[in-house]
C-alpha cells in the first residue's frame, strides 16, 4: 500500500507544483503561441581579450565546450508567456546559445503550436532541444502529465520533439524521507529510464537543496547517496542544479546532531562524471544569514566558480568524449533577456589556466 506523499519543505512544494504545471499543459498536442514581433536585437556574446587571474577571463583556452551552452526556458516563461517562443528563440541565438531545455511545452503562452512545429522552430534558429522537465507524479490526478500516471505520453511527446534527454525536477519524496521510501522511488525512476533507454532517450532527476538532507529514520545517511546507489547508472542520469548543490552543501554540511558532514558538489560529479550529462548553470551572491545561504542572481554577478566547475567537469572527459550540457538559469531573474545574455557572455568568456 502507498504511504502518503511527503516533502521536506512547503517552499520546495510549491516550487515543484508550479514547474509541474508547466507540464500539465504539456500534455495536449497544442503548445504554445508563436508570436509575431521580435525583440529588440541584441548583440552577440562578447569575449574578453584582456587576462585576470581573479576572473578566469583572457586569452588562454575556452572552459565552456563549444555547441554546449543551453538554457532552460523556465528563467524566460515571462518572454514566452507574453511575445511566444519564436521571438525568444531569435534572441538566444543572437546571445549565443546552442540548446534549450523546456519545462513544459506551453509556459503560459496562448494560441496553439504543435510539437513538430516547435521543433522545427527551434531548428530555424540553431537551438538544439536537449530535455524537458516533467513531473514526476499526481496522485491526487489519474489523468496527470506526469512519469507516474502517463509514461507513454511523455515519451511520445519527447520522442516527437527530438529530444535525447527527458527528466523531472521533482525530487524522491512520494513515498517519505526514509531509506527505504528512496529506494522506492529509485524502483520508479529505474523503471522510467528502462522505458526511456528503448526510445534512444536518457531519463534524469533535477536536484534541488533537500534531495541532500538526512534520512529521517537514519540520520547519517544522506539522501542522495541512496538516490545514487539505487538507481541503475544504465537508466537513470542527474541533472545537478549546481547553485542548489552548493546551498545545499551550506545547508546539510552538519547532521541534525550537530555532527560536521561536509561534502562538495563536484566530488560527486568528478566520481561518477558519466552520470551528469546535465547541469544548470545558476548563480549566487554568498549570505549566511539566509536560509539558503545564498542570495540568487544573474550568472557571472555571484560567487559560484564556474571556471572552476567547468574546467574540472570538462577536463574528466574520456577518449575525447563531450557529453556536458550547460543550461543557465534563474528561477526568477529581475529582467530575464538581460539574464539570458549576461550569463551567456559571461560563460563564453572563461578561459582556463596552467593545471587546469
Not at 8 to 25: F, I, K, N, Q, Y
Not at 58 to 82: A, C, F, N
Not at 148 to 173: C, M, R, W, Y
Request: hydrophobic share 35%; net charge neutral.
Amino acid at each position: 500500500m502507498s504511504r502518503k506523499p511527503t516533502t521536506t519543505d512547503p517552499e520546495l512544494a510549491h516550487r515543484l507544483s508550479r514547474r509541474g504545471m508547466l507540464g500539465v499543459a504539456a500534455g495536449a498536442s497544442a503548445a504554445a503561441l508563436v508570436g509575431a514581433a521580435a525583440p529588440t536585437a541584441s548583440a552577440t556574446p562578447a569575449v574578453a581579450d584582456t587576462d585576470s587571474a581573479a576572473t578566469g577571463k583572457g586569452r588562454g583556452r575556452p572552459v565552456l565546450p563549444p555547441g554546449r551552452l543551453g538554457i532552460q526556458l523556465y528563467s524566460l516563461r515571462d518572454k514566452v508567456g507574453s511575445v511566444g517562443f519564436a521571438p525568444v528563440f531569435a534572441e538566444l541565438e543572437k546571445y549565443g546559445y546552442d540548446e534549450i531545455e523546456f519545462a513544459g511545452y506551453t509556459q503560459g503562452s496562448a494560441g496553439a503550436i504543435t510539437l513538430a512545429q516547435l521543433k522545427r522552430l527551434a531548428r530555424d534558429h540553431g537551438l538544439n532541444p536537449i530535455g524537458s522537465h516533467v513531473g514526476y507524479y499526481d496522485n491526487n490526478n489519474p489523468n496527470a502529465y506526469t512519469f507516474a500516471q502517463n509514461l507513454t505520453k511523455v515519451l511520445d511527446d519527447a520522442e516527437a520533439l527530438g529530444l535525447k534527454h527527458i527528466g523531472t525536477a521533482s525530487g524522491p519524496f512520494r513515498y517519505g524521507t526514509t531509506v527505504d521510501a528512496w529506494k522506492r522511488a529509485a524502483e520508479d525512476f529505474n523503471t522510467y529510464g528502462e522505458a526511456a533507454r528503448k526510445r534512444g532517450m536518457k531519463f534524469y532527476q533535477h536536484n534541488h537543496a533537500e534531495e541532500f538532507s538526512f534520512a529521517t529514520d537514519k540520520p547519517k545517511v544522506r539522501l542522495y547517496d541512496v538516490l545514487l546507489a539505487e538507481t541503475d547508472p544504465d537508466f537513470v542520469y542527474l541533472e545537478m542544479d549546481i547553485y542548489w548543490a552548493f546551498s545545499a552543501q551550506f545547508r546539510f554540511g552538519k547532521r541534525a546532531d550537530g555532527t560536521p558532514a561536509p561534502f562538495h558538489p563536484l566530488d560527486y560529479v568528478l566520481k561518477q562524471p558519466h552520470r551528469y550529462p546535465l547541469f544548470h548553470v545558476k548563480d549566487g551572491i554568498r549570505d549566511e544569514t539566509t536560509r539558503d545561504g545564498y542570495r540568487m542572481t544573474d550568472v557571472g554577478d555571484g560567487d559560484i566558480d564556474y571556471r572552476k566547475f567547468l574546467s574540472k567537469v570538462t577536463a574528466r572527459t574520456h577518449h575525447g568524449k563531450r557529453y556536458h550540457h550547460w543550461q543557465t538559469e534563474h528561477d526568477n531573474p529581475v529582467e530575464s533577456y538581460a539574464f539570458a545574455r549576461k550569463s551567456s557572455e559571461h560563460l563564453h568568456s572563461l578561459r582556463g589556466r596552467c593545471g587546469d
